[in-house]
C-alpha cells in the first residue's frame, strides 16, 4: 500500500503558469519534505515542514512555495515556473526526532515523484 | 562548504559478481550515512544506513563501510542481480530541530549485464 502518494505523477505546464503539485502520506509523520531532482542529478532540498513550522533551504528560489493545511498533506507551488524548473520532484515523510537527542535517526519515506515538463 | 560526492558516475558488472560503488564525504561531524537506490521513474529506497560509531554493517547482500580518517564510505553488493540495476545515492544527513535533512551524492548508475 503507498504510504507516501504524490499527485500528478506527470505534469505539464506553461512557462510561466502557476502549478502546484501535491502529496500526501498515510504514515501520519509530522515532518514532510520537497526535493527537487534534475535529470542525471541527486535529489535536493528545497524545504521542510516540522509539524506547521515551514522551514525554507537558504538557496530554495522564491518562486517556490509550500503549504502544509493538515499532517498528512502538503503542497508544493511554483509560481511562475521557467524552464530551468523542469525536473522530479520528491515528497519525503519522516517522524520527527525532537526530544530524542544526537544519534537518533528515523527513516525518510520517498514519494514515487512527480514529474513536471515546462513547455 | 560541505558535500557528498561519489566518485564514478557509472558501473557495469556482469550479474553475480560482487560490486562495490564509492561515496567521499567532506563534513567530518556528520554522524549519519544512508544509501539509496532509485530505479527509474520511482522515488529513493532506503537500502542501510551507518551510524559514524560504526566502520560497518551488513545486510541482506549489501554491506556499507565506513572510513572515517579519509571520509570515505562504500556500498557492496554481493552476487548481483538484473534487479540491482538502478541509481545509487548516499547521503549525509544534517539535523535541524526535529527534522533530518539529507544531503545527497552525485549518485551512480549500476548496471547489471547478464
Known amino acids: 500500500d503507498a504510504m507516501v502518494i504524490q499527485n500528478p505523477r506527470y505534469q505539464v505546464t506553461q512557462f510561466g503558469k502557476p502549478v502546484t503539485l501535491s502529496c500526501s502520506q498515510t504514515l501520519n509523520h509530522n515532518v514532510m519534505y520537497w526535493y527537487q531532482q534534475k535529470s542525471s542529478q541527486a535529489p535536493k532540498l528545497l524545504f521542510h515542514?516540522?509539524?506547521?513550522?515551514?522551514?525554507n533551504e537558504a538557496d530554495t528560489p522564491d518562486n517556490f512555495q509550500s503549504r502544509r493545511p493538515n499532517t498528512s498533506f502538503c503542497f508544493l507551488d511554483i509560481r511562475s515556473p521557467g524552464l530551468g524548473d523542469a525536473a522530479m520532484y520528491l515528497c519525503?515523510?519522516?517522524?520527527?526526532?525532537?526530544?530524542?537527542?544526537?544519534?537518533?535517526?528515523?527513516?525518510?519515506?520517498f514519494g514515487p515523484g512527480t514529474r513536471l515538463t515546462v513547455l | 562548504g560541505e558535500s557528498v560526492g561519489l566518485h564514478l558516475p557509472t558501473l557495469s558488472v556482469q550479474e553475480g559478481d560482487n560490486s562495490i560503488i564509492n561515496c567521499a564525504y567532506s563534513?567530518?561531524?556528520?554522524?549519519?550515512f544512508i544509501w539509496y537506490k532509485q530505479e527509474s521513474g520511482k522515488g529513493p529506497q532506503f537500502i542501510i544506513d551507518i551510524r559514524s560509531n560504526m566502520d560497518k554493517r551488513q545486510g541482506q547482500r549489501v554491506t556499507v563501510l565506513l572510513n572515517k580518517t579519509v571520509k570515505h564510505l562504500s556500498l557492496q553488493i554481493a552476487a548481483t542481480q538484473p534487479g540491482d540495476s538502478a541509481v545509487y545515492f548516499c547521503a549525509e544527513m544534517n539535523r535541524q530541530g526535529g527534522a533530518q535533512k539529507l544531503v545527497f551524492g552525485q549518485g551512480t548508475r549500476l548496471t547489471i549485464n547478464p
Open positions: 519525503a515523510t519522516s517522524r520527527g526526532t525532537s526530544g530524542r537527542g544526537r544519534g537518533s535517526y528515523n527513516e525518510q519515506f
Open positions: 563534513n567530518s561531524a556528520s554522524d549519519y
Open positions: 515542514y516540522y509539524d506547521k513550522d515551514f522551514n
